[in-house]
C-alpha cells in the first residue's frame, strides 16, 4: 500500500472549512467538571463545565477513571429523590441534531451500589442507564429534529444508587441528514454504529467525522456483541479517498476500512439494547479494492427479517457508479429482534466475496407528548414572579415526574390539576392567561405579595378549591366567583378587595372566608328589579340591531339602483378604482372578512372601452376568459367574464364581491371592481405584467428560463398567498384549484395567487350532493376526490403539485413523460424515495443550484402529496421549507455548486429496499421515466 501524498492533501483541504464552521454550534458539557473550559488535546473539543449552568447535584471525583479523557475525571451526581434534573441545550427550530449523552461511574465506593436510573429527552423516555461495568463509558445518543427552541435532558427516577451523568452532547446535523418519513412523531435512538474493518480497537469521531459520531471498532468486542464471524473473513484497507458525499456523509477514514469475506460470505451477530422494535438501517458499501476487469463482486443479504432481501443483489461499484465512492442502501422501517443476526453471501457468478465497511441501526422511539401548552405559559409566568420557584424544578411540569408544586392529569398531552404556591414570595399579578387552565381544580396562591384584581376565571369550570388569602389583591369580586360550577372553597381573607359580595357567592353552598377586607360589603337583595332592568336594556338592544341592519339593506339597495340608472343614463358613471395595491399592505391575521374595503361598481360601457369591445383574450380560467383592459386613469386591468352567469344569483354574486373585495394580501391578486349587468357578471382584477408561473415554468414565456432561487421565491410567496386564505381570513377560505396557472407573476416577477374565493358559498350548499370536486386534473387531491370532504390540505396537495412542477419543469400529467395514467406525483415519489433526486430536476436547473436546497423542498413536496390531509404539513410549515432552501441555496460558503458530473453520483442513491424489490433504477438514457411500482 503506497502512500498517496497528493490524496492525502486533497482530504485534508476537503475537510478543512466544514470542520471550524461545524465545530463553533457544538455543545460539550463537561458534567460536574470544575476545571473550567478547555480544549481536548485529542480531539479539539472544546468542553464547559455545568457548574454555571445546573444549580442541583454535586460533582463527585470519579474513583480510578480508566478512560484517560479530563471529561471523565468528574461526575455530577445528582440526589436520591423523586424529582428530575435537567439540562436545558438551545436549538433551532426543525433542525436535525444528534445528543448525546454519556456515563462513566468508576469504581465503587465500599457500600455503594451501581446505580440504575432514566434518561429523558423533553418528554420522551430515552433510555433506562443500568452501569454494571466501573471502567466502561456508557453511552446514548439520540438522533432528532428539535420540536421548538431549546431540549431538556432530564434525569430521575432512580431505583438503585444516585443518577449521574458525564457529559452531554449536542451536535448539529446537516439538512436531511438521518431524515425519516415518521420524524414527526418518532426519534431515533441509536443502538449501533459499527465501523468494519477498524485498524485498532479506538473509536473514531471528530475530527474525523465532523458530525463527531462515535463510529465503534468492530475489534471491540462486548459481551455478545460481534460474535459469529465466518471464516475467511479478513480486513481491508485503503488510503485513498472515498467519495462519501450522499445522505448520510460517514467520514472517510471509517470507509477505508471493511471486511471482506474471502470464502464468500460474512456473518455477524449484534445485540441491540432496547429491542425488540421497529428501526431505521443503514448499510455503508465502498469498494476498496481494486478489481481486475474480469472480476465482480456481487452479493446477497441473508436476513430472514429483512423482506424480500433474498434475491436482490448488491453490486457496490455499479451501485455507487464507480469504485472508491459510498453506496449507502437503508431500510427505512424494519422490525428487528434483540439479537440481530445477519450475513452477505456472495452470488455464484461473483468472482470476489461481500464487502462490509460500516452499518447503522437506529430504534424509533415515540416522541413524548409534553404539558399542554397553554398551561406551560401561566407556570412560566408564574416561575418569573418567584425565585424560589424557579429554581426548584426544571424541565417538563409534568413528565417523566412532575414538578413539586404542581399536580398533572394523565391525559395526553398532561393538564395541570393543581397549583400549590403557597408562601413562595410570589410577586405580581396573576396572569391573565389563568383562564386558559381549564383543567384547574385546586388553586393555592396565598401568603405571598400577589397584587392587582382578581383576572377572568370563568373557564375554569372545575375549579374547586381557590386560596387567596393573605396577599395584597385590590378590585371588586368579579360577579363569575358565584357561578363558578365546581367551587366548594373561597379563601380571600386579609386582601384588599373593595365593592360589594357578588349575591351568587353568599347564596350557594360553600366555604366563603372573606374577613380583613376592608372595602367589602355585603349587599341587600336587588334581584327581581336587577332582572327587570337588564330584560329592558336587552330589549332596546335587539331593536336598535333589527333598525341598524334595515338601514343598511335600505341604503345598499339604494346605492345599486343608483349606479344603474346613471349608466343607462348613458353618463358613465364611474366611481373612483380604489387602488389597495398601492397603500402598504399588512397581513393582519384573524380579521374579519367585513373590516375594510370594497370592490367599486364599474360600469359596463366603462368595461367595453377599457377592453376595447373585449378584443384582446388573456387567459382562460375556470371561470370564464380574461381580457386585458387598460382603465381610463391608464391603469392596466384584467378583466374576468364569468361563464356561467346564470347559476349566480345576482344577490350571490354581490356577496361573493363583497367577501373579495375585502381579502387584501400582498401576494393575493387584488379584485378592483366588479360589475353586474345584462346577465353578465364581471370581475376586474390588477392585470399581471408577467402571465402565469405556468407559461414559465414550462417554457411559453418569451423570456428566460426561471433559475432555482426564482423559483423558490414565487413558491414562497404563492404559499403566503394561500397560508392567507387558510388563516389570515375569518372565515378562513379553501382556494380548491390551485394550479401553476392560478400563481400569476406581476412586473417584478414576484408572485400573486389567484381565482380563489370564488362560488364558496355555492359549492358549500352542495357539498354533499355535488359528484363534481372542483379542481383540475392532476392537482386533485385524492382524498377530496373520494370524500368529497373539503379542507385546507387539499389545497396542501395541490401545491405539493405545483412544488414538484417547479422543481422537474415537467406538468402534471403527461402520458408522454410518465406513461398511461401515472402523473407527476407517482413518478416523483418513486424517484425521491429511491434517494434520487437528480432525476426528477428540471434540466435546465442541474450544474446552477445546491442539491441540498432542492432535496428540502422534495421532501416537503412529498409530504405534501401524501395520501392523506392529516399526515401532510400546514402552508406554514412548507413557508418554512422553502425559506430554509432559499437559505442554503443562498449561502455559498464554501460550498461547491454541484455539477452535472457529480449530481451523477448523488443521483444513485439507491435504497437496499429498491435492489431488494427488484426495482430497476429508472433508465436515464432516453430521457423517458416509467417507474416499476409505486
Ligand atoms: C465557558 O464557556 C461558556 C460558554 O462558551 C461561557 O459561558 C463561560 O463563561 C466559560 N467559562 C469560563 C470559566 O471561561
Ligand atoms: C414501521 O412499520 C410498522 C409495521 O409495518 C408500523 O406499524 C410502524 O408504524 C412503522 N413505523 C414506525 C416508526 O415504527
Ligand atoms: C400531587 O403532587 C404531590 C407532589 O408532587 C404529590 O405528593 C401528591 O401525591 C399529588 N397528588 C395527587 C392527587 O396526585
Ligand atoms: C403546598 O406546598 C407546601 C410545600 O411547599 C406544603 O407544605 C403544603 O402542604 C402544600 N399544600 C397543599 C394543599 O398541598
Ligand atoms: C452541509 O453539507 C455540505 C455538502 O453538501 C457542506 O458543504 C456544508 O459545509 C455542510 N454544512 C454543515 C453545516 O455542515
Ligand atoms: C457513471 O459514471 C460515468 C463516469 O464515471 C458516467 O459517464 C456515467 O454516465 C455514470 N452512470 C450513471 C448511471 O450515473
Redesign the pocket.
Known amino acids: 500500500m503506497g502512500f498517496y501524498f497528493p490524496h492525502f492533501l486533497l482530504i485534508f483541504l476537503f475537510l478543512a472549512?466544514?470542520v471550524l464552521?461545524?465545530v463553533k454550534d457544538f455543545i460539550s458539557i463537561d458534567c460536574g467538571g470544575t476545571g473550567g473550559n478547555y480544549t481536548d488535546r485529542r480531539t479539539g473539543l472544546t468542553w464547559i463545565s455545568d457548574t454555571g449552568t445546573i444549580s442541583h447535584g454535586t460533582s463527585v471525583e470519579v474513583e480510578d477513571p480508566k478512560a484517560n479523557s479530563p471529561q471523565y475525571l468528574k461526575r455530577r451526581e445528582f440526589p436520591i429523590d423523586d424529582r428530575k434534573y435537567c439540562y436545558t441545550l438551545s436549538t433551532q427550530e426543525r433542525r436535525r441534531y444528534l445528543v448525546r449523552a454519556t456515563f462513566q461511574y468508576g469504581s465503587l465506593k465500599d457500600e455503594d451500589t451501581y446505580p440504575k436510573f432514566k434518561l429523558y429527552l423533553d418528554a420522551t423516555e430515552w433510555s433506562t442507564v443500568t452501569i454494571f461495568d466501573a471502567s466502561r463509558i456508557y453511552v446514548n445518543e439520540m438522533i432528532i429534529r428539535a420540536s421548538s427552541t431549546s431540549i431538556d435532558v432530564c434525569i430521575c427516577c432512580a431505583t438503585t444508587g444516585s443518577p449521574f451523568i458525564s457529559t452531554l452532547e449536542l451536535r448539529?446535523l446537516?439538512?436531511s441528514m438521518y431524515a425519516t418519513d415518521f420524524e414527526d412523531s418518532f426519534f431515533l435512538r441509536v443502538a449501533a454504529r459499527v465501523n468494519f474493518g477498524a485498524k485498532t480497537k479506538d473509536i473514531i469521531r471528530y475530527p474525523d467525522d465532523?458530525y463527531d459520531r462515535i463510529w465503534d471498532s468492530d475489534l471491540e468486542k462486548r459481551q455478545n456483541y460481534l460474535v459469529g464471524v465466518a471464516t475467511g473473513t479478513k480486513r481491508i484497507e485503503t488510503s485513498r479517498n472515498i467519495a462519501v458525499?450522499t445522505r448520510e456523509y460517514p467520514p472517510v477514514k471509517v470507509m477505508q476500512t471493511a471486511v471482506v469475506g474471502t470464502e464468500g460470505k460474512l456473518s455477524y451477530r449484534l445485540n441491540l439494547e432496547g429491542f425488540p422494535g421497529n428501526a431505521r438501517a443503514y448499510a455503508y458499501l465502498a469498494e476498496i479494492e481494486d478489481l481486475g476487469p474480469k472480476e465482480t463482486r456481487k452479493f446477497k443479504l441473508d436476513e430472514p427479517n429483512f423482506a424480500d432481501s433474498s434475491n436482490a443483489v448488491v453490486n457496490i461499484a455499479e451501485n455507487a457508479n464507480g469504485s472508491y465512492t459510498l453506496y449507502e442502501p437503508s431500510y427505512m422501517n424494519v422490525s428487528l429482534q434483540f439479537v440481530l443476526s445477519f450475513s452477505f453471501g456472495k452470488t455464484r457468478d461473483s468472482t470476489r466475496g461481500p464487502l462490509l465497511n460500516a452499518m447503522e441501526i437506529s430504534k424509533y422511539v415515540q416522541i413524548g407528548t409534553k404539558t399542554d401548552k397553554q398551561d406551560l405559559v401561566v407556570l412560566n409566568a408564574l416561575r418569573l414572579m418567584s425565585a424560589e420557584i424557579t429554581s426548584a424544578d426544571e424541565g417538563d411540569p409534568c413528565v417523566p415526574t412532575q414538578w413539586e408544586w404542581v399536580n398533572c392529569s394523565s391525559n395526553a398531552p398532561p393538564r395541570i390539576t393543581k397549583i400549590n404556591i403557597s408562601g413562595k414570595n410570589v410577586k405580581g399579578e396573576i396572569p391573565s392567561e389563568l383562564n386558559n387552565m381549564e383543567e384547574l381544580s385546586e388553586l393555592w396562591l396565598d401568603g405571598n405579595s400577589l397584587t392587582g384584581t382578581l383576572p377572568d376565571m370563568t373557564n375554569l369550570i372545575n375549579l374547586k378549591i381557590l386560596h387567596l388569602e393573605n396577599n395584597q389583591l385590590t378590585g371588586p369580586l368579579p360577579s363569575y366567583l358565584g357561578s363558578l360550577p365546581s367551587l366548594q372553597e373561597l379563601y380571600i381573607q386579609n386582601n384588599s378587595f373593595a365593592g360589594d359580595i357578588p349575591p351568587g357567592l353568599l347564596a350557594r353552598k360553600l366555604v366563603f372566608k372573606y374577613e380583613d377586607n376592608p372595602g367589602l360589603h355585603k349587599v341587600a337583595q336587588k334581584k327581581k328589579h336587577l332582572n327587570l332592568v337588564v330584560g329592558t336594556a336587552v330589549g332596546v338592544f335587539v331593536l336598535l340591531i333589527v333598525i341598524f341592519l334595515g338601514g343598511l339593506l335600505f341604503v345598499r339597495n339604494l346605492r345599486r339602483k343608483e349606479a344603474q340608472s346613471k349608466t343607462s343614463d348613458g353618463k358613465g358613471y364611474s366611481m373612483r378604482i380604489s387602488t389597495k395595491a398601492s397603500t402598504p399592505y399588512s397581513i393582519s391575521r384573524g380579521s374579519h372578512l367585513m373590516d375594510d374595503g370594497i370592490a367599486c361598481y364599474i360600469a359596463f360601457s366603462e368595461l367595453e372601452e377599457a377592453t376595447n369591445n373585449f378584443s384582446k383574450k388573456i387567459g382562460k380560467g375556470s371561470f370564464g376568459s380574461v381580457y386585458y383592459g387598460r382603465m381610463r386613469d391608464g391603469k392596466e386591468v384584467a378583466v374576468k367574464i364569468m361563464a356561467d352567469s346564470s347559476s349566480h344569483g345576482d344577490q350571490q354574486f354581490v356577496t361573493e364581491v363583497a367577501l373579495l373585495s375585502r381579502i387584501h394580501h400582498r401576494n393575493l391578486v387584488p379584485l378592483i371592481g366588479y360589475c353586474e349587468e345584462e346577465h353578465q357578471c364581471v370581475l376586474v382584477y390588477e392585470y399581471m405584467h408577467n402571465g402565469t408561473l405556468r407559461d414559465h415554468i414550462h417554457g411559453y414565456a418569451d423570456q428566460e428560463r426561471l433559475d432555482w432561487l426564482t423559483r423558490l421565491r414565487i413558491g414562497e410567496d404563492a404559499a403566503k398567498g394561500l397560508e392567507y386564505l387558510h388563516t389570515g381570513c375569518n372565515p378562513s377560505i379553501i382556494h380548491r384549484d390551485v394550479k401553476t396557472s392560478n400563481i400569476l407573476l406581476d412586473i417584478n416577477m414576484r408572485a400573486k395567487v389567484s381565482d380563489f374565493g370564488l362560488s364558496r358559498q355555492a359549492e358549500e350548499d352542495l357539498t354533499h350532493i355535488s359528484s363534481v370536486a372542483r379542481g383540475t386534473v392532476g392537482y386533485l387531491d385524492p382524498e377530496y376526490y373520494a370524500c368529497q370532504q373539503l379542507t385546507e390540505k387539499s389545497d396542501v396537495y395541490s401545491f405539493g403539485v405545483v412544488l414538484l412542477e417547479l422543481i422537474s419543469g415537467r406538468k402534471p400529467v403527461s402520458q408522454e413523460d410518465y406513461g398511461a395514467e401515472l402523473n407527476i406525483v407517482h413518478w416523483a415519489r418513486s424517484l425521491i424515495r429511491k434517494g434520487d433526486v437528480v432525476s426528477i430536476m428540471d434540466p435546465f436547473l442541474i450544474g446552477n443550484l445546491k442539491i441540498?436546497s432542492v432535496w428540502r423542498i422534495a421532501e416537503v413536496a412529498i409530504q405534501c402529496v401524501q395520501q392523506h390531509g392529516v399526515s401532510r404539513p400546514r402552508m406554514q410549515e412548507i413557508i418554512l421549507a422553502i425559506q430554509d432552501a432559499m437559505k442554503i441555496e443562498k449561502d455559498t460558503e464554501?460550498?461547491p455548486k454541484i455539477s452535472p458530473s457529480s449530481s451523477k453520483a448523488q443521483s444513485s442513491r439507491k435504497t437496499l429496499l429498491t435492489s431488494f424489490l427488484e426495482i430497476e433504477p429508472p433508465d436515464l438514457s432516453n430521457g423517458s421515466l416509467v417507474p416499476s411500482a409505486r
Open positions: 472549512p466544514p464552521s461545524q448539529p446537516n439538512l465532523p458525499n441540498e464554501g460550498n
